[in-house]
């Protein structure tokens, strides 16, 4: 059984639906269990136990939102020091950008062991259905993805 983390943080509750979305994706593949907790509530420990991530977060004053920023500087250190070699996804939600978060987040991850597994997804506007599709792809993809062993 494979393990799939979906770590979010969300202030208005858009990226907790995409989050949710995802997990819809990924329990939708056999043999992977997902488990979904918010950026506050999630340490090493939990990565450490996962097989693959999805980091689900939006853009705020032109930067990656505090929590999520929060959650990387806090596990940083001890995945490197765990060697927490797994896939990751990010999926980002903004009001009509979303790329400074992209970057910024993609410059703290290159320091981790995580590998990326898909391209960045910037997600704009409010959530809908298209948004809601796309996360359900992206999570189902990353699932699949460790249910076939490709990461
Ligand atoms: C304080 C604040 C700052 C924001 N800054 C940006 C920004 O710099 N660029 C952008 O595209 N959207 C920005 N937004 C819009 C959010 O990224 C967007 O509404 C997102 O869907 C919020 O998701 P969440 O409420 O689930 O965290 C901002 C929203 C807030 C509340």
């Known amino acids: 059984m494979k393990s799939l983390l979906i770590v979010y943080h969300s202030q208005s509750g858009t990226c907790a639906r995409l ?3 995802a997990r819809e994706g990924a329990v939708a593949e056999e043999g992977v269990q997902v488990q979904v907790l918010r950026a506050w509530d999630a340490g090493t420990r939990d990565l450490v136990a996962a097989d693959g991530v999805v980091l689900v977060a939006a853009e705020n004053s032109g930067a990656l939102c505090g929590a999520m ?3 990387l500087d806090r596990t940083f250190y001890p995945a490197i020091e765990h060697g927490v ?3 990751y996804a990010l999926l980002v939600s903004a009001g009509n950008d979303g790329r400074n978060a992209v970057r910024q987040a993609q410059r703290i991850l290159s320091g981790y062991p995580l590998v990326a ?3 960045p997804l910037i997600l704009r506007g ?3 259905q298209d948004h809601g ?3 359900r792809e992206l ?3 990353l699932a699949a993805g460790l249910a076939m062993g490709i990461f």
């Open 85 to 87: 070699v797994i896939p």
């Open 117 to 119: 597994a898909a391209e």
């Open 133 to 135: 599709a796309a996360a």
């Open 69 to 71: 920023k929060d959650f």
């Open 126 to 128: 409010e959530f809908s």
């Open 139 to 141: 999570g189902q993809a």
């Open 19 to 21: 989050a949710m979305a």
